[in-house]
């Protein structure tokens, strides 16, 4: 019975994500007009957006096959699993077989081997670099990911999410240094995931058109913005609900799960606020630059690892 | 069962008499015929072997003043190595019939008494030395099959030829040496020259007696610094090169020297130190000799004084309190035989054929000569090492029977090593020879061969059957 | 059990000899051939499932005719798991000759049949015997009857494959063979038996464990003994290709298994052998895939993404011997459970991409994948199995690559959570790297697909292709279905495996699967449910599609097909993203250790310079002993006899003075 309700908070945080994520990409978009001096397009830009082009005519390459096709809808489907399995409502993972860092880390290279894949069906040559720089970009970052997942969780003896987020959350652990350093790490980590400026090669629009959404129209390009939207959101939610765990509802009452949506969106959307600042105050990296700020990175999570071995 | 050995023995002789008789056209028939009786006496002494349980006989046929001279000993060892020159004594001679005649590229000759005469007395005195008990005996088929060798290589007349014979002569002939010393010291000691009277005599002596045997047994197998002979040599017709050099003559020396050990019970241990550096050192000298080869016959020849080298490598290891290597190395004699002749043979196919033995003209075998192709590939092969040829059964418990003793000294996992290592470096040039050669586009010489005639694709191809089946048939034998 | 699989081998032979023997007629002997090794492969499944599920094999020894070895059959759960993955892929390669051979008709059919057959049968007893020395029979066979197969197109390329192949596969079972040999003197007998219980001195157990990781690893392909596979992989026709890269490079984790855990391991061994096998695995695993991206060549690249498999599983089996060797049971099953795991499903999937690589040679006669594109189109099976296959490879949830690899990921996390520092350093380190070939593997897999199915053909070829016909078909449906079995089944399959490492390590099996779950060994560490993953991606589809249906105007035009936009240009399929462009960024990124790939030219070079100038030494001296005999007897007996010759005055007087000396020393002597 447990089961059956935590897999109805799963999927009603999953909903909940979905339903969000215009939002806070959108406020991000205020931001930046803010900053650029501008007034801004409205929170609920996104929105509107996405209604319209849900209506739009598609045109697509006579080239393009399946693949091309089926992405966006596969795009929402692994992000809305993620979203399901982050204990970001509720202090467990609603879905534990599922809630693995290995696991979540894999359904997002599911994603991108779709997107990227999808990128080079289009046959346009902006799409297909795109795709390359998505695929070069998970080389250098997800290893990145890994290591400081892997310290936390070495920490709390568990790869699972819920585990891990849980024995944070209640200061089992010790090594505190250790902990930071793999947190600085990870959203790091997380930021380049997010494809947000300065890491936004893949789909930089000044230079590629947009990358694998180059050839995207109508009711599949909604999809696909609404699907990576959806997965900035969720990548944040996954930082979160390791890293700031403060708020969740820890039994399933309706009242905390209320209560624990609201602080899960109140967190999103400060996060995005916070790094809102540093997509505004950088330019975009080049590709071959990118790897020495990505091994910079590395070398922070090593220094997690290192820290956590000494048990500082 | 003697006297039907004796008759298998007699009968090639009787043959090279006939031979001087008849013309050279019928000589080859009869060599055919006298070889293949010699054959079949052989196998059924075989039988009769089995039969009686393997038990093994030692008979004096010869004496002198109650001193027996020249005798006959029929045991396990004997009746192997003697199936398998006989056998290829028969397959050679079926060879000839095809090699020598005109339409040969390289050599065209109708083939004169003299080949079948020599043919014959070989033959006849290499089953002779092989079944022999006495070493005045052995001394006595040495110095024939000497003779047999140098008119052999002589054959074709050449200015070449005729040193090479000669050379061939004189360096066998020292060796030989050795063999009249250890009979005398044999007499001397015990009053006999069986062999079996080896085993009584003091280890110091003894230990000469086989040192002077090895030393034969170095001329006759052409090992280090003996061996200037065998590569001369090469300028015999082919079929006698896969006969004398590579199947049986060069085979008279290891296999004295296993008689030798074998009556000798007990080894002093210096018999086998001696001899396991010497063939060591052949052996490295024979592989840095594969390099530079262009000559097919003469890559054979070097590579034959290797394997030569690994049988007394291994015989020298037995010395150590390995069985196994003993065995290993007389399995190792029986499939050498099989396999070098069946390579020679293919070289002397190809002669036959294209005119020539230099390995840069010949390419793309398997396209034009399958059958060719085929026994260059089973012999090939099988020299280097490699399953199911005969020849990985015996290296492989040769290797076995010397880790066996290597513990005693670390000299010994030395020699193992390097023997390991001029495996794999034989092996690597054998299988470039091979890339090289068989498949691919045929070369301008292969492509205008001349046809092979069916004797010698007959001898071919049943030796192909037993190089692939002989190593199993040797260890089963030896048991 | 065993019966089946005698009877296997027996098909596997009468499939080759019938092929030889039938080779003029080449239908008959294609036919014959395919069949053989089908049969072969359907009752060889049969054989090893009972073994594998119900956990005990079967012996069988008879004494043969070798006096030194006696022929033992041990048909042990690892023995039948090896056997399963022979067989399956022997089954699909089987099935796909049938079609696939007619491709090279007038070429020797029949011999390509006897050698594939024969290639089989020797790889199936080579893992069922219990002896050294037949062990190192199969093993040599295995090897010739492979090297024949790689050298069938019989142009320098494939001859040149066939030498480097022939030659490290052989010099390094010599290694092996010394091994072994090592272990005889000993025990003093050739039984693997014998070697099990041996109780070796720990540094004769280093030295063995050495000389039988490097000589096995040259046949597993792991660096730096990989060259040959490079070149051997492409060069033999596609269906002995993936039996060699699906099945044969198996054979020497296998070796390694063997020896290091059955015959030395299980408390007898060092960890550092463990760490040892981590760090070759680790390296393999990531330079393999780094390499595999440079490929154009498609079976280049997918021999390059062998390495980087075997890197990872041997990364598993290092850790399960450290784990051995350092008495922690559950880190030593969990490593061996994973590594079997991913055995099994690199089998699977690598066998599956290289009988799809086979597919569209035949189709678009060439390997290039620049010069393919948009078969996705023209060739929609294929490129369905292919895609399951670069899912799987790429370790996509909920296939079954991603299932051993998270195995690996949660032994790796075992070893971390370990108590010895070692084991805390490295583990997660080898993690990282096993995310590093991850990342790196669905990039060249993203490509490779991309390349070849997507977008439009960039050449006739392509243009023109057809889909392969059924009997080829066949083989990569079922492989890929056994790939989505094995990863959505995984709790089914999972606790067999790791029976298999249970009975390898000679301990108490650990449970690794329950129900809907898989676990390593401690469900509190970590859970996994593909089953659940892959519902609920199908699931959650609704949620999109709902989206799409909802928001659907009666009005919306159709869909209509329009050019990719080229800045107003014209497009045409060249202008797309190319096969080496793709990979520009990590070839730069990452060029130092592309460098390393540099060595191998100075090498090869190296030993061409050494072999000539040994050449021309050994012809230098080859005429000397010639000349030093000669000339020694020679100008020595001519030098006495002219000596002697002086003694001959000429003058008779001198020659009475002779005569008066001699008798004068006679009759002295007399009186004396």
């Avoid at chain 1, 978009?29 to 803010?34: D, E, F």
């Avoid at chain 2, 054959?155 to 060796?175: C, M, R």
């Avoid at chain 2, 046809?451 to 049943?462: C, D, E, G, K, R």
């Avoid at chain 3, 796909?96 to 290639?119: H, I, P, Q, T």
């Amino acid at each position: 019975m447990e089961t059956a309700y935590l897999f109805g908070i799963g999927l009603l945080q999953a909903i909940l994500l979905l339903l969000v994520a215009p939002l806070v990409s959108g406020v991000s978009r205020v931001i930046r007009a803010k900053f650029q001096s501008r007034r801004g397009p409205g929170f609920l830009q996104d929105y509107r957006d996405l209604w319209k082009l849900l209506v739009r005519r598609e045109v697509i390459p006579p080239e393009a096959g399946y693949i091309f096709r089926v992405t966006p809808y596969l795009l929402i489907a692994a992000m809305l699993l993620i979203a399901m399995v982050i204990p970001a409502i509720i202090d467990r993972s609603p879905l534990e077989p599922a809630g693995d860092i290995i696991t979540v880390i894999y359904v997002f290279a599911l994603a991108r081997f779709f997107l990227s894949l999808s990128g080079i069906d289009s046959g346009s040559i902006f799409a297909g670099i795109g795709a390359s720089r998505e695929t070069t970009i998970a080389t250098l970052n997800e290893p990145v990911m890994l290591l400081a997942l892997f310290v936390v969780a070495l920490l709390a003896g568990s790869t699972n999410l819920g585990t891990i987020a849980t024995t944070l959350y209640t200061q089992q652990i010790s090594a505190h240094t250790a902990v930071a350093a793999a947190m600085l790490a990870f959203a790091f980590a997380t930021f380049v995931e997010m494809g947000k400026l300065p890491f936004d090669l893949a789909e930089a629009e000044t230079e590629i058109q947009g990358g694998p959404l180059t050839e995207y129209s109508g009711r599949a390009l909604a999809l696909m913005k609404w699907a990576l939207y959806l997965k900035q959101s969720v990548a944040v939610a996954l930082f979160i609900a390791i890293f700031v765990p403060f708020g969740r509802a820890t039994s399933m009452s309706p009242v905390s799960l209320i209560l624990g949506e609201f602080i899960l969106v109140a967190k999103l959307l400060l996060v995005f606020f916070i790094l809102a600042f540093f997509e505004n105050t950088f330019a975009r990296f080049r590709i071959f630059d990118t790897s020495h700020v990505t091994f910079a990175a590395a070398g922070a999570a090593a220094l997690a690892f290192a820290f956590s071995l000494g048990g500082v | 069962m003697v006297t039907i050995l004796s008759a298998g023995i007699i009968i090639p002789f009787l043959g090279a008499l006939a031979a001087l008789l008849v013309a050279p056209h019928v000589a080859r028939y009869l060599s055919v015929l006298s070889a293949f009786l010699s054959f079949a006496a052989i196998v059924a002494v075989l039988v009769l072997f089995v039969g009686d349980g393997k038990r093994a006989i030692s008979q004096d046929v010869v004496s002198f003043y109650g001193v027996a001279v020249l005798g006959f000993t029929i045991d396990n060892v004997s009746v192997l190595i003697g199936a398998a020159v006989g056998l290829v004594g028969l397959l050679v001679c079926v060879y000839s019939l095809g090699y020598m005649s005109l339409e040969n590229r390289e050599h065209p000759d109708e083939g004169r008494t003299r080949y079948f005469f020599f043919l014959q007395v070989f033959v006849g005195a290499m089953a002779g030395l092989v079944f022999s008990s006495t070493i005045t005996g052995q001394l006595f088929f040495f110095e024939i099959t000497g003779v047999c060798s140098w008119g052999l290589i002589g054959y074709y007349e050449t200015p070449k030829a005729v040193s090479g014979a000669a050379k061939a002569l004189i360096v066998t002939h020292i060796g030989s040496l050795g063999l009249y010393l250890a009979a005398a010291l044999l007499f001397a000691q015990t009053g006999s020259f069986e062999l079996s009277s080896l085993a009584a005599v003091s280890p110091p002596i003894k230990a000469a007696i086989l040192l002077a045997i090895l030393f034969a047994g170095w001329g006759k197998s052409a090992q280090l610094p003996l061996h200037i002979w065998l590569p001369r040599a090469m300028e015999a017709p082919t079929p006698v090169s896969a006969y004398l050099h590579a199947g049986s003559m060069v085979k008279i020396g290891v296999y004295i020297f296993a008689r030798a050990l074998i009556s000798a019970d007990a080894v002093p241990e210096v018999v086998g130190v001696v001899g396991a550096i010497a063939a060591t050192v052949t052996l490295i000298y024979a592989f840095l000799m594969y390099l530079p080869q262009q000559d097919l016959k003469l890559l054979l020849v070097y590579s034959t004084i290797a394997q030569l080298s690994y049988i007394f490598l291994a015989l020298s290891l037995s010395v150590f309190g390995s069985p196994l290597a003993f065995a290993a190395g007389v399995a190792h004699i029986f499939n050498h035989a099989f396999a070098k002749s069946l390579f020679f043979l293919v070289a002397g196919s190809l002669s036959f054929t294209t005119g020539t033995r230099m390995m840069p003209l010949l390419r793309g075998i398997l396209a034009r000569m399958p059958l060719v192709a085929i026994s260059f590939g089973t012999a090939a092969f099988a020299v280097a090492g490699v399953p199911p040829m005969n020849l990985f059964f015996s290296k492989f418990t040769i290797f076995a029977g010397g880790f066996q003793v290597s513990h005693i000294h670390l000299l010994l996992f030395v020699l193992m090593a390097v023997a390991i290592l001029e495996s794999i470096g034989s092996f690597a040039w054998f299988l470039k020879r091979f890339g090289y050669a068989i498949p691919g586009q045929p070369s301008e010489r292969i492509a205008e061969a001349g046809p092979l005639p069916a004797s010698m694709a007959v001898a071919l191809a049943i030796l192909v059957a037993l190089t692939l089946c002989s190593g199993v048939a040797a260890a089963a034998w030896l048991r | 059990m065993l019966d089946f699989l005698a009877t296997s081998i027996l098909f596997c032979l009468l499939g080759g000899l019938g092929s030889l023997l039938l080779r003029r007629w080449e239908a008959i002997a294609i036919a014959v051939a395919g069949i053989g090794a089908a049969g072969a492969g359907i009752l060889g499944i049969f054989a090893a499932i009972p073994v594998l599920m119900s956990g005990h094999g079967e012996v069988f020894s008879t004494s043969g005719p070798f006096p030194f070895a006696a022929f033992t059959v041990r048909f042990d759960p690892l023995a039948a798991l090896m056997v399963l993955i022979i067989s399956l892929v022997t089954a699909a390669a089987g099935v796909y000759s049938l079609s696939y051979v007619k491709d090279y008709a007038k070429r020797g059919v029949g011999a390509m049949g006897f050698f594939l057959n024969l290639f089989v049968a020797s790889m199936m007893l080579a893992v069922v015997v219990d002896n050294a020395f037949y062990f190192t029979l199969f093993w040599e066979l295995m090897t010739i009857t492979s090297y024949f197969l790689v050298i069938f197109d019989q142009d320098q390329e494939a001859v040149d494959a066939g030498f480097l192949y022939f030659f490290i596969a052989h010099a390094f079972s010599m290694l092996i063979m010394v091994a072994f040999l090592l272990l005889f003197t000993h025990t003093g007998s050739l039984d693997f038996a014998s070697f099990r219980e041996a109780d070796l001195p720990p540094w004769l157990a280093s030295v063995v464990f050495v000389l039988a990781f490097f000589g096995f690893a040259a046949k597993a392909g792991v660096m730096p003994l990989h060259v040959w596979l490079p070149h051997a992989h492409p060069a033999a026709p596609s269906h002995a290709s993936a039996l060699m890269s699906g099945v044969m490079i198996k054979l020497g984790v296998y070796g390694i298994i063997r020896v290091g855990v059955d015959f030395l391991g299980a408390g007898a061994g060092a960890a550092w052998w463990g760490w040892m096998v981590v760090a070759f695995g680790a390296v393999s695993a990531v330079l393999g895939i780094l390499y595999a991206l440079a490929e154009r060549d498609i079976k280049r690249m997918l021999a390059y993404s062998s390495v980087e498999n075997i890197g990872i599983i041997l990364m598993g089996t290092g850790l399960a011997i450290v784990g051995a060797a350092g008495g922690q049971p559950v880190l030593a099953a969990l490593g061996l459970g994973a590594a079997f795991y991913h055995l099994l499903n690199h089998a699977l999937f690598k066998g599956l991409l290289f009988l799809g690589a086979g597919a569209l040679l035949h189709s678009t006669h060439t390997r290039d994948m620049a010069e393919m594109g948009g078969l996705g189109r023209r060739m929609p099976w294929t490129a369905l199995c292919f895609l399951v296959g670069a899912l799987s490879i790429s370790a996509i949830p909920p296939l079954n690559g991603f299932v051993s690899e998270w195995l690996t990921y949660q032994t790796f996390f075992a070893a971390g959570t370990s108590s010895q520092f070692a084991g805390r350093l490295l583990g997660p380190l080898a993690a990282v790297a096993l995310a590093i070939t991850g990342a790196l593997a669905l990039m060249c897999f993203v490509r490779a697909w991309g390349m070849v199915f997507a977008a439009a053909a960039r050449s006739e070829p392509a243009a023109d292709a057809r889909e392969v016909p059924w009997p080829m078909l066949v083989p990569m449906g079922a492989l890929a279905l056994l790939c989505a079995f094995f990863g959505v089944g995984a709790p089914l399959a999972a606790n067999v495996l790791s029976g298999v490492s249970a009975a390898v390590l000679r301990a108490d099996s650990l449970q690794i699967s329950s129900g809907w779950l898989v676990f390593p060994g401690n469900p509190g560490q970590a859970v996994l449910s593909t089953p659940l993953v892959a519902l609920l991606l199908i699931g959650l589809l609704i949620m999109p599609l709902s989206i799409a249906l909802l928001r659907r105007r009666r009005y919306v035009a159709p869909r209509i097909a329009d050019e990719a936009w080229v800045c107003g240009y014209q497009h045409t399929p060249q202008m797309s993203v190319s096969v080496a462009g793709f990979v520009e960024p990590p070839r730069v990124i990452f060029r130092n250790l592309y460098l390393l790939r540099a060595g191998e030219g100075p090498v090869k070079r190296a030993i061409e310079t050494s072999v000539r100038d040994v050449t021309i030494a050994a012809k230098r001296v080859e005429p000397i002993w010639d000349q030093i005999t000669s000339r020694l007897s020679v100008q020595g007996i001519e030098g006495l006899g002219r000596h002697v010759q002086a003694l001959e005055g000429g003058d008779l007087r001198l020659y009475c003075v002779y005569i008066l000396a001699t008798l004068a020393a006679l009759l002295i002597a007399l009186a004396m």
